[in-house]
């Protein structure tokens, strides 16, 4: 699990509120990630750079807050290569953040306890 998600961020959110905070948070996760997803498939599509770095950027955020990690590094690779417009490799780096996305999710469910 650590290539995908810290866990020392995890354990800090716990020590911030409990589970029932933590649960929340990977709710929300689930949530904004779901429509960011979408939001930066359609964009890298359409190839509109504009809008594909401020998804990226606010996905970045959201990963950085749960401590996933892996996540986060390609979206910053999205974030950064979409500000320099350089799409050339946008089609692989979303195939990977989708692929991630997926292993991050499956992770956070195994974090997230009733």
Do not use: P, W, Y
């Not at 810290?6 to 905070?21: A, P, R, T, Y």
């Not at 990630?33 to 996905?59: G, Q, V």
């Not at 807050?65 to 946008?90: H, P, V, Y």
Request: hydrophobic share 30%; glycine share 2%; proline share 0%.
């Amino acid at each position: 699990m650590s290539d995908i998600i810290d866990i020392n961020v995890i354990d800090s959110l716990k020590e911030i509120g409990d589970q029932e905070f933590l649960n929340e948070l990977i709710d929300i996760f689930f949530s904004q990630s779901e429509e960011l997803m979408r939001d930066i498939n359609n964009f890298s599509e359409k190839k509109d750079s504009e809008s594909l770095n401020k998804a990226s950027h606010k996905l970045k955020g959201s990963c950085l807050n749960l401590g996933a990690k892996a996540m986060s590094a390609t979206c910053q690779k999205i974030e950064t290569s979409s500000r320099e417009n350089d799409l050339s490799k946008i089609d692989f780096n979303v195939s990977e953040l989708t692929k991630l996305h997926q292993e991050t999710c499956t992770e956070l469910k195994k974090l997230r306890q009733e």
